[in-house]
């Protein structure tokens, strides 16, 4: 019997987990970061909470002798997937990055890209009034300091109560988001500008198309760097890589 570990609580790691737990002679198990309240929980063993760095991501593979590491974290979650990275270097094990494309620009997009949060807020000032906020509750004191902009920011879960917020609305909703739903809050809303992360995938995928048909503007914050290593782009390809690595 063979052991995978899976971070993340994304879509593909949860349909990852359910597809590996039908693999003969291999468990999976699926680690949650704890962020979200109620998050979606793949099937199988599941791990939630951090680990302590490389050293306790390290000490857990060789604790519960895994033999295989697939990073299914979200794209921004960059710490964990360099530290992901380091600890498997660390205990001598296969590490794959299941990486979902980006979105990419096309005709009628009015995109203006930048790459980091503190970008995007600087991007809004005299750009904006009414402002869709899609970046998450860590992000959202960042743009608390703007004046002068109304913002409606979607969230899963609330912000804590001590977070400093920008002025507007705070709407707790969690995707898959259907194209009718984004057109309506855009207009009901009279949004000018959406901020988003390019995290890919058809999830929240539906707020650029929107975006698209409105003529509304969209700061799209670019991915941060990953570290080198094995990469795929769906979780059929990494059901494959992890079939490979049992028969060889």
Not at 95 to 111: A, E, Q, Y
Not at 118 to 140: D, P, W
Not at 199 to 214: F, M, Q, V
Request: charged share 20%.
């Amino acid at each position: 019997m063979k052991r995978v570990l899976i971070l993340g609580g994304t879509g593909d790691a949860v349909e990852l987990a359910a597809r590996v737990a039908s693999i003969p002679r291999i468990e999976a198990i699926a680690s949650l970061a704890g962020r979200t309240h109620q998050p979606s929980v793949p099937s199988g063993s599941v791990r939630i909470g951090g680990f302590g760095g490389v050293a306790g991501l390290a000490s857990y593979l060789h604790e519960m002798e895994i033999n295989f590491l697939i990073d299914a974290t979200h794209p921004f979650a960059s710490q964990i997937s360099f530290n992901a990275a380091a600890a498997a270097m660390k205990v001598g094990i296969a590490r794959l990055m299941l990486n979902r494309p980006v979105w990419k620009k096309v005709s009628g997009d009015r995109w203006l890209e930048v790459d980091n949060i503190a970008a995007a807020a600087a991007a809004l000032s005299n750009q904006a009034q009414r402002v869709f906020l899609t970046v998450g509750r860590q992000e959202l004191n960042t743009f608390a300091h703007l004046k002068g902009i109304w913002f409606l920011m979607r969230v899963i879960d609330p912000p804590n109560p001590d977070v400093l917020l920008p002025p507007g609305l705070v709407l707790c909703d969690r995707g898959p988001f259907a194209l009718d739903n984004e057109r309506e809050i855009l207009i009901h809303h009279k949004i000018d500008t959406i901020v988003s992360k390019n995290s890919g995938g058809d999830a929240t995928y539906a707020k650029i198309i929107a975006a698209r048909e409105l003529g509304v503007k969209v700061v799209m914050v670019n991915r941060p760097a990953t570290p080198p290593g094995e990469q795929v782009s769906n979780v059929e390809d990494a059901v494959a890589w992890l079939l490979d690595k049992l028969h060889n």
